[in-house]
Every structure is written in structure tokens, then in C-alpha cells.
């Protein structure tokens, strides 16, 4: 692929040369721009950003819908001499019941954080509603789960992570989200909570008491204005890392993930 090169070296060129950030959006768009005759993807975008973060020529940040910066003093090469994206179609906004955003926080989960964490092999499902299935309790279920791999240049481990997200519809519901987040640490490595963005957060005392306590107990924070699309999203509070039992995450993954996911997740460590 000749012009991947070619792709790849302006996008790099496209990024701030201070080591300022950049925004996911903001950089595809520009991309999108310098080759207009072009017709980029999604995907394409999240490879030729793989890539020169994989080269050490930039780094991932945080900032709405993610972000990345140059890694000063990197050495760049020139271009040789395809792939990269776009569109993010509006979609019309949800609102409603918690129930209703589950579907579409899971999709931006997939098609956003999956990559932007480079996380690969990952099954991800909506754990929420489980009928009369003993699971051990409501704070024992949460929204959507993300069992995901991850493994990097330099270190021989590979990392395994039950990764969760407790999901509420609005600021006024969201103190509980934090303390059933908080539960869910006896068996995941990430926990976070994630509700609608909202002008009025910024002189809500009751927001700061959110993310006061999620500090605390080492949640991530998300908000987002639009809960399908992943450049509306900001991480307000980063998850901590854990190190759960490992026999409490051999059991959530047992009661809570579909026999399926079992399956594929079995075949990772054959």
C-alpha cells in the first residue's frame, strides 16, 4: 500500500509540532481535508494512528472523543512515496430510560475506546439485564462489560482486563452509579461511570461530589453529550487500575458472560 505512507506521514504532520494534543475528531477531519478526493474510514484512521503510535511518534491523551500528541523528539521519516476516516453520521440523540442507552454505549465502546485503547482480542457485551438469573445481586451486573488483551512492544506479558461501565441517565441518578461502580472492583481491573454531559455540571455542587468520589474509589468519570458518538465523550476522572482476585473474576466472567464470549475468551490463552 504505497500511499498508506503517504497517509500516514500527513497525519502525523497534522498534528501540533509543540506536543500540544489533538483531538480524534479534529484529526480525522483535517485528514479528510488534505485528501479530499479521498474516501477515509473509521478503521483506516484508527490503523495509520496504530501505527505511528506503535513508531513512537505519538502518543495517546485524553480530551473529548480521545486524543493524541507527537512524542517530541521522535524521528520521523520521510513518505514513500491508503484508508482513513470519517464519517460519523449524526445519529438522533437518545434520551429516556437508562435501559434505552445501553445498545449505544456499547457500540461506542467497541467502535471508539476498543481502539483507542489498542485492546485486541475483546468481547464486549450488555451484562445490564439478565432476567431471574442468579447473578448475586443488582450491583453485581454491570451495564455493559469489556473483557479485552492488550499487549505492547517491549513487554513479554500480555494484560487481561474485565473492564466495566455502570451507565445513568442523568447527573441526579448518577451518585448511585458511582457506589455500584465501586462494587464492581471485587472482580474488574477498570471500573467507570458514564452519564449525558450538561452545561449546568459546572456549578453542580452534586457533580463535584460525583467526581470527588470516583477519585476516591479509583473510577473512570465519562460524560457525553451524545452517547452515540464516541467525539462527544470526555473522561473527566481516569479509572485506576486493580489487581481483583482471580477466582472473583473466574466467576463474573462464568455467571454474567455468554457462553459464547466463554468460548472465544477460552481460545485467547490456547
Known amino acids: 500500500m504505497q500511499r498508506r505512507d503517504e497517509y500516514k506521514q500527513k497525519l ?3 498534528t501540533p509540532p509543540d506536543g500540544k494534543t489533538i483531538g480524534n475528531a479534529a484529526l480525522r ?12 474510514t473509521l478503521d483506516d484512521y484508527w490503523d495509520l494512528r496504530r501505527s505511528l503510535i ?6 495517546r491523551a485524553r480530551g473529548r472523543g480521545g486524543s493524541v500528541r507527537r512524542v517530541i523528539g521522535a524521528v520521523v521519516e520521510a513518505p514513500a512515496a491508503e484508508a482513513v476516516v470519517m464519517p460519523l453520521a449524526p445519529i438522533a440523540v437518545i434520551e429516556g430510560r437508562e435501559s434505552e442507552l445501553y445498545e449505544p454505549f456499547q457500540k461506542v465502546v467497541v ?15 450488555i ?16 451495564d455493559v462489560t469489556l ?13 487481561f482486563e474485565v473492564i466495566t461501565f455502570e451507565i445513568k441517565p442523568n447527573v441526579d441518578t448518577a451518585l448511585d452509579g458511582v457506589y455500584e461502580a465501586a462494587a464492581h472492583s471485587a472482580f474488574a481491573h477498570r471500573s467507570y461511570l458514564a452519564f449525558p454531559d450538561s452545561e449546568e455540571h459546572e456549578d453542580n455542587p452534586l457533580f463535584d461530589r460525583i467526581r470527588d468520589e470516583c477519585e476516591r474509589f479509583g473510577l473512570g468519570l465519562i460524560v457525553f453529550e451524545r452517547v452515540d458518538d464516541w467525539d462527544t465523550y ?5 479509572a485506576q487500575p486493580r489487581d481483583p482476585d482471580p477466582q472473583a473474576v473466574n466467576d463474573f ?12 475468551i477460552q481460545r485467547w490463552f490456547r
Open 147 to 159: 473483557i479485552a488483551m492488550q499487549t505492547f512492544a517491549y513487554v513479554p506479558n500480555k494484560l
Open 29 to 40: 477531519a483535517a485528514l479528510a481535508e488534505a485528501f479530499p478526493s479521498e474516501e477515509f
Open 127 to 142: 451484562t445490564a439485564s439478565q432476567g431471574r438469573r442468579a447473578t448475586g445481586g443488582r450491583w453485581t451486573r454491570p
Open 54 to 59: 506503535a513508531e513512537g511518534k505519538l502518543e
Open 234 to 238: 470526555t473522561f473527566e476522572v481516569e
Open 12 to 14: 502525523y504532520e497534522l
Open 253 to 264: 466472567i462464568k455467571i454474567q458472560i455468554s457462553e459464547k464470549s466463554r468460548e472465544e
Open 111 to 125: 467502535t471508539g475506546f476498543v481502539p483507542d485503547e489498542d485492546l485486541k482480542p475483546w468481547v464486549c457485551e
